[in-house]
């Protein structure tokens, strides 16, 4: 049976990040993606030009829509940038309680500029963390979830042990390119696990957080446990980032159709 997926995220004009990311990562899954627009971002691969919010009673809409009809399997969670976005989303999520949520709290850009108003962080976590069965900050973000500057992976565990007492039923902190090895780590309430299959040298890692969600939440739906679902996402957005076409003046994007197009 074709699994269903929700992404509730930004739009990303140029392609590699967002909703845009979201629905090819799916596509490249065999799923069946569904989008809830929450902001019109107009951004590129080098920055940040501006940011529309779709209205709250548009974003409910547009979520009643999706679940009158076509009930997702997953929901992935992405840039939701004000207090209200947020407020908006969460009603929905008591409302619906979809199994499967994926919340990737988007802060800010891969050039940092941000995606989230600096004091939406209370919100965020008040209102959508206890929402997530798996929360996907990556080190910036988890040290403003947590509270604690993150330097090695035992701080990586520890900080997931804080934001997990927040909450969130699983979290996963991602080392990306801040942390050697590019590794990642799960910790699910009782133990922790290590993620790494080694740092690319590459500016191309527009968009690798949103790939990362959205394949665990593809995966999630085709009915692999979390631990499994985070390594054939990791071990698929690794493939994405060594693909990469190598576009934009800034971070490019990934190639996510890498494992259906074979290599030239
Ligand atoms: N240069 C890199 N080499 C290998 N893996 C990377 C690299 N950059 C990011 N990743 C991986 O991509 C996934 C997304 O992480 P990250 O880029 O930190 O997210 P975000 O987009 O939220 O900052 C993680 O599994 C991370 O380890
Ligand atoms: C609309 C939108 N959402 C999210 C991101 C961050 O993407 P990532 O952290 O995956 O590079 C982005 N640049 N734009």
Redo the contacts with the bound molecule.
């Keep these: 049976m074709l699994k269903k997926i929700l992404t509730i995220a930004g739009s990303d004009c140029s392609g590699g990040a967002g909703i845009q990311a979201d629905l090819k990562t799916m596509a490249a899954h065999g799923v069946y993606g569904m989008s809830v627009i929450v902001s019109v971002v107009a951004e590129n691969t080098a920055r940040v030009i501006d940011i529309q919010d779709i209205s709250p009673k548009m974003i409910e809409e547009q979520i009643d829509a999706v679940f009158e009809d076509i009930v997702p399997d997953a929901v992935k969670i992405g840039m939701l940038s004000s207090p209200a976005c947020m407020k908006a989303v969460a009603g929905k999520l008591e409302q619906y309680q979809p199994q499967h949520v994926v919340i ?1 709290p ?1 802060m800010f850009a ?1 050039n940092g500029d941000p995606l989230m108003e600096p004091a939406s962080v209370g919100t965020l976590i008040k209102y959508v963390l206890p929402y997530a069965d798996l929360l996907t900050p ?1 080190i910036p ?1 988890a040290q403003h979830i947590a509270g604690m500057k993150i330097s090695t992976p035992e701080d990586m565990e520890e900080a997931a042990r804080l934001i997990y007492a927040k909450g969130c039923k699983n979290v996963l902190i ?5 942390m050697a090895g ?1 590794v ?1 780590v799960l910790f699910d309430g009782e133990s922790a696990r290590r993620y790494e ?4 040298d ?1 500016s191309n ?1 527009h968009g ?3 790939t ?1 969600s959205s394949a665990i939440a593809s995966n999630l739906a085709l009915g692999h446990p979390v631990p499994e679902a985070v390594e054939l996402a ?1 071990s698929y ?2 493939d994405a ?1 060594r693909r990469a076409p190598g576009l934009g003046h800034g971070c490019g994007p990934l190639n996510h159709f890498c494992r259906i197009f074979p290599e030239e």
């Design positions: 990737d988007v891969k990556n973000e991602k080392g990306g390119r801040n590019a990642d299959i080694g740092q690319i590459t890692t690798t957080g949103c990362l990791k957005v690794t980032i």
